[in-house]
């Protein structure tokens, strides 16, 4: 008597074409609904990195002015208070020259630091001090810059300028500049008061023929500042 044969089915390995299909569907559309989410995301991020370094830089010139009493110059020299043997003990430039002592930046103070009449100071167009970019100033949501944080003219950049009309001595008639040393004074100067004077803004770095570098030391068109 023959013995009943008995099917064995075997379990189909991998996808059949159309399932495939329906896969890859499915996360091309889970994809292009995720872009824009992710791209927000960045977007705010960068953004609160950019407010972060507004007030970093807001925090260190009120250090300076408790320290000095009184802000630093728009473009000139300042003494600071020495921490170290080779500390600075003057610093040359314009206010965020002044403010990266304040900022962490101990190597580049180091490496912009020179003997001047038996003085450490710094000087920001000493060596590579003027290429060097400092992360403060840069704010990755400012569409005129690229990630290097270099300019086309080899000098780093600054995504931040001053307020010239605050940091400056000006003339209250015209508004023009009497003297780029300033010596204004937290709160006593401000007329205004504190809540209603602009002291920093954002810049472009780079736009048209003139922009925005932190180490820049002449009273021209690539100075970190505006006035207002």
């Known amino acids: 008597m023959p ?12 996808l059949t074409r159309v ?28 953004r609160q990195t950019c407010v972060d370094n507004l007030r970093l830089i807001g925090l260190a010139t009120l250090q300076v002015n408790d320290e000095q009493g009184r802000l630093p110059p728009a473009l000139g020299w300042l003494r600071l208070d020495p921490q170290g043997e ?30 001047r009449q038996g003085l450490w100071c710094f ?3 000493e060596g590579n001090t003027p290429s060097t970019p400092v992360r403060v100033f840069l704010c990755p949501a400012n569409p005129s ?5 270099i ?5 780093a950049a600054s995504c931040y300028a ?22 204004t004074r937290l709160p006593a100067d401000f007329v205004h008061g504190t809540s209603r ?20 030391c002449e009273k021209d068109k690539w100075q970190p500042a505006f006035a207002v």
Not at 162 to 183: E, I, R
């Open 145 to 149: 810059m690229d990630a290097t944080g």
């Open 123 to 125: 000087q920001p167009w």
């Open 86 to 115: 080779r500390a600075a003990r003057l610093t040359y430039g314009n206010v965020l020259c002044h403010l990266i002592p304040y900022l962490g930046e101990e190597k580049l103070v180091q490496s912009g630091s020179r003997s």
């Open 19 to 46: 399932e495939a299909l329906v896969l890859l569907g499915i996360a091309f559309v889970a994809a292009t609904l995720a872009l824009p989410l992710l791209r927000t995301i960045r977007e705010s991020s960068h």
């Open 151 to 155: 300019t086309d003219v080899g000098w």
């Open 197 to 216: 004077t602009l002291l920093f803004a954002e810049k472009y770095p780079r736009c048209h023929d003139f922009g925005s570098l932190w180490a820049s």
């Open 162 to 183: 001053y307020n010239g009309q605050v940091f400056a001595q000006v003339s209250h008639q015209t508004g023009h500049v009497l003297d780029w040393n300033g010596a």
């Open 3 to 14: 013995m009943p044969s008995t099917a064995v089915r075997c379990p189909r390995q991998g």
